[in-house]
């Protein structure tokens, strides 16, 4: 007999709900043998929700692995993730960016340290131009205060600076792997992309 010898219906297998005993059937559900559509929270094919490894599903809300593209539930784990990461990376270039008027607001002032120590170092130069057999102690003793001035000012900037040439190597080398290394820190800060 062929396959069409036989009506649409027979090919079409359906699961059939049939009870044997009362008792078999308390059996299979006492043992979790039985199909439920209740997700059990003690799944040992899922990882811990406090895992590196993990990521909470936006459409279902269970924990899944970070390497899975696709939920049980069939929403796009790989796209939440990639999302995650853009909010991040938007993140990262704001606060780059605040820190980066901070330190121009901070470094102002050290402006006045150079003005204050151009006088220190143009007297001597003038006298050293018009008088060149005057080079004696009062030309270092006029470039002390300058130096001291400069000095001062080159230090505090670096001190300033520093923060910003931190944060400004990370946002030019950080990458999806670095993402995916702090994300598990920043979800104990309670962070929400």
Not at 68 to 81: I, M, P, S, V
Not at 155 to 183: L, M
Request: with cysteine; net charge positive; aromatic share 12%.
């Amino acid at each position: 007999m062929s396959d069409n010898d036989y009506s649409s219906d027979v090919h079409v297998l359906r699961p059939r709900k049939i009870s044997v005993s009362k008792k078999l059937d308390g059996f299979l559900n006492h043992a979790g043998l039985t199909p439920s559509s209740n997700v059990t929270t003690s799944d040992k094919t899922r990882p811990c929700a406090d895992g590196k490894n993990a990521i909470t599903c936006a459409g279902c809300c269970t924990v899944e692995y970070l390497t899975r593209d696709h939920c049980r539930c069939g929403h796009y784990l790989r796209g939440q993730l990639e999302d995650e990461y853009f909010a991040w990376e938007q993140k990262i270039r704001a606060k780059h960016a605040e820190l980066s008027d901070e330190v121009e607001r901070s470094t102002k002032p050290l402006r006045v340290f150079y003005l204050l120590a151009i006088p220190f170092i143009l007297v001597p130069c003038v006298r050293l131009i018009f008088w060149a057999d005057a080079f004696n102690l009062s030309t270092f003793l006029w470039w002390t205060p300058a130096m001291l001035l400069a000095g001062a000012g080159v230090f505090a900037e670096t001190q300033i600076f520093s923060p910003f040439r931190k944060n400004a190597r990370f946002v030019e080398n950080f990458t999806f792997e670095t993402f995916v290394e702090q994300r598990h820190r920043l979800e104990g800060q309670n962070y929400k992309p």
